[in-house]
């Protein structure tokens, strides 16, 4: 059965900082491109980061390129997404992805095979 569990989300002030963690399990994790996307209340999923199988190539929106940095560790099945500088805008729902689509064909924007239930970030100012 896949799984994909975040955690790490809470409340936070502004300018603070937050580490969350995404754990695989069901599938073999270090095939397939991970990716972290974001919702916030009344808009669309929007993506944030993703990071190749390996590790060596990562992605992310050019909005939040310089706070937010995705990495894996596919010794535990986790990827993880430190978030820095934190905004009020950055609240909303975080969700980790799994894609097995070659890295090159961009997919991960899109086109993900597994998903995981999400967790809550609160930025306050």
């Known amino acids: 059965q896949v799984q994909l569990v975040e955690s790490g989300g809470g409340l936070v002030q502004a300018g603070g900082s937050l580490r969350l963690s995404c754990a695989a399990s069901g599938f073999t994790f270090r095939n397939y491109a991970m990716a972290w996307f974001r919702q916030a209340p009344g808009k669309e999923r929007e993506f944030v980061a993703a990071?190749?199988?390996?590790?060596?190539?990562?992605d992310y929106s050019d909005s939040l390129k310089g706070r937010f940095t995705i990495s894996r560790d596919n010794v535990k099945n986790t990827v993880y997404m430190q978030m820095n500088s934190l905004k009020p805008e950055d609240t909303a729902v975080y969700y980790c992805a799994a894609n097995l689509h070659p890295w090159g064909s961009g997919r991960y924007r899109n086109g993900n095979n597994y998903w995981g239930q999400g967790t809550q970030v609160t930025v306050y100012s």
């Open positions: 990071i190749n199988w390996s590790g060596v190539s990562t």
